[in-house]
């Protein structure tokens, strides 16, 4: 199949639409992008919905001549893997620096009962409950945090930025497939769950 090479071509649209709240919600999906976030959804046994990658600029590193080949197995698994050139890489990605790979990936993936069936093993102690947290880069930065402390779950209370915001999602380097988040929990919400 040649690569797309049409800027107005309808995967660039979804693509693009995943970047707001209301484009995520409307396509039950999330933009996640560059190689080594790739790496971490593919690893965490979850496959994108479409994938659209450069060739040309993944070749120019380690992560992305890996991820190459991870992508030939998800093709074979029934993965939407389609090639484009880096301009309509670029034109669906959320970053200013573009790395060659962008995806769609189902929000279900990311449900915390799903995170919870990959995760397995014992419940752990800690519950990190974030409030009015509204930059996206510190979310992003506390959820990857909070994996590597082997926190149980993420709260998100009243005021919190949207989890799989694009920038919130490479912040977190990974951290959404395997910690369960629950995210605009009402601080009712929240007192029950605490008792």
């Known amino acids: 199949m040649p690569a797309i090479t049409s800027l107005s071509n309808s995967h660039i649209a979804s693509l693009r639409a995943l970047h707001t709240a209301k484009g995520r919600h409307t396509s039950g999906a999330f933009l996640v992008e560059g190689p080594h976030l790739l790496e971490a959804t593919l690893e965490a ?16 590193g380690a992560a992305g001549r890996r991820l190459l080949g991870q992508l030939e ?8 893997i389609l090639e484009a050139t880096e301009q309509v890489v670029a034109r669906a990605c959320d970053t200013q620096t573009p790395q060659g790979i962008v995806a769609a990936v ?20 800690l519950v990190l409950l974030l409030d009015a947290l509204s930059d996206p880069g510190n979310l992003g930065t506390l959820l990857r ?12 209370g009243p005021g919190c930025a949207d989890w799989l915001a694009p920038k919130v999602v490479r912040a977190g380097s ?21 008792r």
Do not use: C, K, N, Y
Request: glycine share 8%.
């Open 45 to 60: 046994g979850v496959l994108p919905t479409l994938v659209l990658f450069a060739s040309d600029a993944l070749e120019r």
């Open 73 to 80: 197995a998800a093709r074979a698994a029934g993965g939407a």
């Open 106 to 125: 189902a929000l279900g993936a990311v449900a915390p009962d799903a995170v919870r069936a990959r995760r397995r093993g014992r419940a752990r102690p």
């Open 145 to 156: 945090s909070a994996l590597a402390a082997d926190v149980d779950e993420v709260w998100l």
């Open 174 to 194: 990974g951290a959404h497939f395997h910690l369960p988040v629950r995210a605009a929990l009402s601080w009712e919400a929240i007192a029950q769950r605490v």
